[in-house]
Structure formats: structure tokens, C-alpha cells
């Protein structure tokens, strides 16, 4: 499978507190990206990262991404309550024209 | 930003029909879109790759005779699930990428998912 990995797999902190959760894949790629889903719910676009860049910032969120790893992070600062979601890091590969999820990582955000 | 609609949100379908879901890009033409598949508290499976006008690719151990995909228009893909069981219960999402002259975005958009019942 191309599916790529993440860790944790489940993640609780307290409200205020810095979120990280990693994420490992397979291939070479085009670009990386991060989405936030709700429970039962679709998928929110977060923030994309090319192959040639190594971090990139958004607002509370911080993503970098190391090409020779195969990995990428995701940091969300001064997390809330809102937060609390699932998120799945996504990569875009360059041949075939696919795009794959990793396994995710669920949040919890304790008020 | 583009939008992509799904078609219906919800179906609960008896066992043995077939079920055919419509994903279509509301503002903007797109040559490729993909079908996932994601089972509760699971990460999203890419089903296959639908390309206008051509066969879908199909990931592996995905039946194409189970799950058929045709992308007639820019604008449209669907995926009928065929004689379905009750197995085939999930939230099945589809993505959009927009086509430019000289390529394709990077950017996808995802439609709100479907949510499948087979009883």
C-alpha cells in the first residue's frame, strides 16, 4: 500500500498546549498536505508543502517537511477546545497522478 | 474557493442493489477526480483515479467489476457500487483536481462524502 503512516495514532493534551503529530510515506511526491476531518464529517484543507520547501507556517500551524526522511510534522500552537479532530497528512505523487492519506491522528483537546 | 458536491449524502440501500454516486465540480473543470473509501475511525483509502474520457485507475484489490466508475465530463464522476452487500457500508469521498492549460493544479477539492448503508 502507499499509504503513508502518522503517530500517534491518538493524541490528548490540554487546551493551551502545542499539538505535534508526524507523518512517514513511501514515495517520492509532488507536494505534502495536511486536512483536519470531524467526526463524520469532510475534510478541511489545512496547509500544502511542496518538495522543495522544508517548512511552512499558517496561522497556529507549523508544518515542515524533510524529502530525504520521507516524514513531515505537523505543530499546532495554543491549541483549543476546536481543535479536537482527526487529521490525516496526504501525499501527492508525482507518478500516476495519486494522491494518498496516511493513517491519521486523532486529537483530543481537553478545555 | 471551488466547490464539489456529492450526490446524495446518505443512502441505505437493501442488499443486492446497486447504488450509483454522483461527485461533480461546481466551478471549475476537472480532468481527474479520485474515490475514497473510509471505513469508522479509519484513514481515507484511495479507491482509483477516474480520468475524462479514459478508464479509471483502480488501486489494488479494489474490483473494478464491483465498483464502476465513469467520468464522462469535466465535470462529473460517478461510482456505482454494484449488487451491494453489507460490507460495503461506508462514508465513500471523492476529490476534484482542476485541469489548467499546460497541467494540473496541486490542489484538490473533496466533496462532503456519502454516507452508504447496506442492509
Known amino acids: 500500500s502507499q499509504q503513508g503512516e502518522e503517530d500517534p495514532q491518538a493524541l490528548s493534551i490540554q487546551e493551551g498546549e502545542n499539538a505535534t503529530m508526524n507523518c512517514s510515506y513511501k514515495?517520492?511526491?509532488?507536494?505534502l498536505q495536511w486536512y483536519r476531518q470531524n467526526s463524520g464529517r469532510g475534510l478541511v484543507h489545512l496547509i500544502l508543502?511542496?518538495?522543495?520547501?522544508r517548512e511552512k507556517h499558517s496561522g497556529r500551524l507549523r508544518v515542515t517537511l524533510d524529502t530525504s526522511k520521507k516524514s513531515s510534522s505537523l505543530l499546532i500552537t495554543a491549541s483549543r477546545a476546536a481543535d479536537t479532530a482527526s487529521y490525516f497528512c496526504?501525499?501527492?505523487?508525482?507518478?500516476?497522478?495519486?494522491?494518498?492519506f496516511g493513517t491519521g491522528t486523532s486529537l483530543t483537546v481537553i478545555p | 474557493g471551488a466547490v464539489v458536491s456529492q450526490h446524495p449524502s446518505r443512502v441505505i440501500c437493501k442488499s443486492g442493489t446497486s447504488v450509483k454516486i454522483e461527485c461533480r465540480s461546481l466551478?471549475?473543470?476537472?480532468?481527474?477526480m479520485f474515490w475514497y473509501r473510509q471505513f469508522p475511525k479509519q484513514s481515507l483509502m484511495l479507491m482509483a483515479t477516474?480520468?475524462?474520457?479514459?478508464?479509471?485507475?483502480?488501486e489494488q484489490g479494489v474490483e473494478k467489476d464491483k465498483f464502476l466508475i465513469n467520468h464522462a465530463s469535466l465535470t462529473l464522476s460517478t461510482l456505482t457500487v454494484t449488487s451491494a452487500h453489507p460490507e460495503d457500508s461506508s462514508f465513500y469521498i471523492c476529490?476534484?483536481?482542476?485541469?489548467?492549460?499546460?497541467?494540473?493544479?496541486?490542489?484538490?477539492?473533496f466533496g462532503p462524502g456519502t454516507r452508504l448503508t447496506v442492509l
Open positions: 466551478d471549475f473543470q476537472a480532468t481527474t
Open positions: 477516474s480520468n475524462e474520457g479514459s478508464k479509471a485507475t483502480y
Open positions: 476529490s476534484a483536481r482542476p485541469s489548467l492549460a499546460g497541467g494540473l493544479t496541486d490542489t484538490q477539492y
Open positions: 496526504a501525499t501527492d505523487v508525482w507518478i500516476g497522478n495519486q494522491f494518498y
Open positions: 514515495t517520492s511526491i509532488n507536494n
Open positions: 508543502i511542496r518538495s522543495n520547501e
